[in-house]
C-alpha cells in the first residue's frame, strides 16, 4: 500500500510518502506565514522528486489537530480533495498523538509523553500519552488548550500516578518548562521531538487509531469568540 501523510497543524507542516514500511520521501515545509497554503506544492514537489507517480497512492492520511485553525482546515481541505481525486480512502490521525510518537522516539522507557503547541491567547495546545504494548499509545490527557501552569499541574499529577518521568516537546514546550515538577524536562533545542512528523500519523492509523477526517479544534476559532463577544456587547 501506498499513503501519503500530511500534517498542517503547526507552523512547519509535513509531507511523507510510505509504501508498505517503506518511508519512501519526506518534506518538511518552512514555517513561513501562510505555509500551511503551500501543501499542495510541497505534495507536487514530493512526489516529483521521489519518482512515485501520485496515481499510485492507495491511502491518504491526514491530522486533524488540534493546532493552528487554518492550517488544520487547509489540511484536510488538501486531503479529501486528492483523495477524491484519485479515489483512495481517506483517515484522520490526532496530530497530537503524532507529536508522543516522535517524543517517544527520545524519551526514557514508560515517559509521560507531553505534545504543547502554541496555541495563542496565553494556550497550549496539549495532550498526554504514555507508551503501550505494541504500537500503541496510552492516552493520559485527551487533546485540549489548556494554560501553561494548569499543564504542568496535571503533569505532576500524572508523573506521580505514573510513578515515571516526563519529557515534552513541540513549539509550545518553552513556555511548560518553567511550569513542569521535578522529573519532568523539555526535549533539548534543535531535537526532532519538537516537529510533528506525518510519518508518525501513518503509525497512528496502523495502530488502530485512525478517526474521521474532520477538524479537531480543542476550543473554538478565534472568529467565533469574536463574533460571540461583539453578540454579547450587543445586548
Given at each position: ?8 497543524s503547526t507552523?512547519?507542516?509535513s ?14 515545509l518552512d514555517a513561513?506565514p ?10 507536487h514537489e514530493l512526489?516529483t ?10 491511502r491518504?492520511v ?11 482546515r487547509v489540511g484536510?481541505?488538501t ?6 481525486a484519485l479515489?483512495?480512502?481517506?483517515t ?10 516522535g517524543i ?7 515517559a509521560?509523553?507531553v ?31 489548556i494554560?501553561?501552569?494548569?499543564l ?6 500524572l ?8 519529557l ?9 518548562a518553567?511550569h513542569?515538577?521535578g522529573?519532568?524536562?523539555?526535549a ?7 516537529l510533528l ?10 495502530a488502530?487509531?485512525?478517526?474521521p477526517?474532520?477538524p ?7 472568529a ?7 453578540l454579547g456587547?450587543?445586548?
Amino acid at each position: 500500500m501506498t499513503t501519503f501523510a500530511l500534517d498542517t497543524s503547526t507552523p512547519s507542516p509535513s509531507l511523507a510518502l510510505i509504501r508498505g514500511d517503506v518511508v519512501v520521501a519526506t518534506l518538511r515545509l518552512d514555517a513561513t506565514p501562510r505555509a500551511g497554503r503551500r501543501v499542495m506544492m510541497g505534495a507536487h514537489e514530493l512526489f516529483t522528486s521521489s519518482g512515485v507517480p501520485v496515481t499510485d497512492v492507495d491511502r491518504v492520511v491526514v491530522g486533524v489537530g488540534p493546532g493552528a485553525f487554518t492550517g488544520v482546515r487547509v489540511g484536510i481541505s488538501t486531503a479529501l480533495g486528492l483523495a477524491q481525486a484519485l479515489g483512495c480512502e481517506v483517515t484522520g490521525a490526532v496530530s497530537a498523538e503524532a507529536a508522543a510518537r516522535g517524543i517517544a522516539a527520545v524519551a526514557p522507557p514508560g515517559a509521560v509523553l507531553v505534545p504543547a503547541s502554541d496555541a495563542r491567547r496565553g494556550e497550549l495546545f496539549a495532550a498526554a500519552y504514555r507508551a503501550a504494548p505494541g504500537r500503541a499509545l496510552e492516552e493520559l490527557l485527551e487533546p485540549c488548550a489548556i494554560a501553561p501552569e494548569a499543564l504542568g499541574a496535571r503533569v505532576a499529577e500524572l508523573c506521580e500516578a505514573a510513578d515515571a518521568p516526563a519529557l515534552a516537546a513541540g513549539d509550545g514546550a518553552a513556555a511548560l518548562a518553567p511550569h513542569l515538577p521535578g522529573g519532568a524536562s523539555v526535549a533539548p533545542e534543535g531535537s526532532p521531538a519538537h516537529l510533528l512528523d506525518a510519518v508518525h500519523l501513518v503509525a497512528c492509523v496502523d495502530a488502530g487509531n485512525g478517526v474521521p477526517a474532520r477538524p479537531v479544534y480543542a476550543r473554538l476559532p478565534d472568529a467565533e469568540v469574536n463574533r460571540l463577544r461583539a453578540l454579547g456587547a450587543a445586548t
